[in-house]
């Protein structure tokens, strides 16, 4: 039992990266009013954990591209502290796989995270207004994306070229998807549009590269309510739309926004069913004869 004991510890100690925690030393930082920011790093990290506070100091921002171009990032924990991902911060951290973005953090900049080729998971806090132009583009190996209920807008280009997207869940809440947005996103062949939307840009959705410089996607369908800016966009561009109608009779599965449509739908019928019963119950019957 002993040699048993030695040995999971020792194998604990190998399976944990001896670099997984930045040191103060290790940090390209400065501090501002009682607030620490990183703004690059010395050496080639594979795993990295950015601390909570620096010199007492909470840790609220990656700067303008301070890991711009870490080759050899492959992962990254974030502290609960953090506030903002400046522009360009992990540009072409093309080694990067996965991405846990803290709820703390309510702005994202231009091109956070263009070029990362391997990141494969991404946590979109729920405090996020807005994805920037060009926050995730080509990341090719992104394959599920959920936008939070309080994105408004998602900005042009911002998932151009993430050619292995294959479902978007977008939130109740969206106004506008920007410029060629979703460009380049081959292998997303359906996307649910909320009725909040009333802007879809120039070759948001649904479009990819041609001789003429564009086209739409060849099996590319559009869902949402009819006479909606989706119904409109689809229209216009010559793409399949499929109205809500179908979507909650085939699609609740796909979005889970549309679980409170087809509950509300139930409800409904239950009530109508009730109402019905009960008028039955209460209708003059017909006295039977005596015999």
């Known amino acids: 039992m002993k040699y048993f004991l030695i040995l999971f510890t020792a194998l604990i100690w190998l399976a944990v990266p001896l670099d ?6 290790e940090l390209v930082y400065s501090i501002i009013n009682g607030r620490a920011a ?11 954990e950015i601390p909570q506070t620096i010199e007492n100091c909470n840790v609220t921002e990656i700067k303008l591209g301070a890991f711009y171009g870490c080759s050899s990032l492959r992962r990254i924990i974030l502290p609960p502290t953090l506030e903002k991902i400046g522009e360009n911060s992990f540009y072409a ?34 405090g996020i207004s807005e994805i920037p132009v060009s926050c995730f583009r080509a990341c090719v190996k ?4 959920n936008i939070p209920s309080n994105v408004r807008k998602i900005g042009a280009y911002a998932f ?6 294959k479902k978007v869940t977008l939130g109740e809440e969206l106004k506008e998807i920007g410029e060629r ?9 359906r996307l649910y549009v909320p009725s909040s ?10 479009y990819g590269p041609s001789n003429q410089g564009a086209a739409p996607i060849t099996g590319f369908e559009l869902s949402g309510r009819k006479s909606s800016a989706a119904a409109r966009y689809a229209e216009e561009c010559g793409i399949k739309f499929i109205p809500n109608n179908d979507i909650i009779r085939t699609a609740a599965s796909y979005h889970p ?35």
């Not at 992104?142 to 994306?145: A, M």
Request: proline share 3%.
């Open 93 to 126: 951290c093309y080694s990067l796989e996965e991405a846990v973005i803290p709820d703390s953090v309510v702005k994202l900049g231009n091109g956070c995270f263009c070029g990362c080729t391997s990141l494969s998971s991404v946590t979109i806090p729920l």
């Open 160 to 165: 151009s070229g993430c050619t292995g997207l």
């Open 142 to 145: 992104l394959e599920t994306v």
């Open 20 to 25: 997984c925690r930045a040191s103060e030393d």
């Open 257 to 291: 926004s549309l679980h409170s449509e087809k509950v509300s739908e139930i409800c409904v019928s239950v009530i109508m069913l009730v109402f019905l019963v009960a008028a039955a119950a209460n209708a003059p019957r017909k006295k039977r004869c005596k015999k």
């Open 38 to 48: 990183i703004t690059g790093f010395r050496g080639e990290p594979e795993f990295l």
């Open 197 to 206: 939307l009333t802007v879809l840009d120039k070759e948001a959705v649904g």
């Open 181 to 189: 947005a979703f460009f380049m996103c081959s292998q997303l062949e």
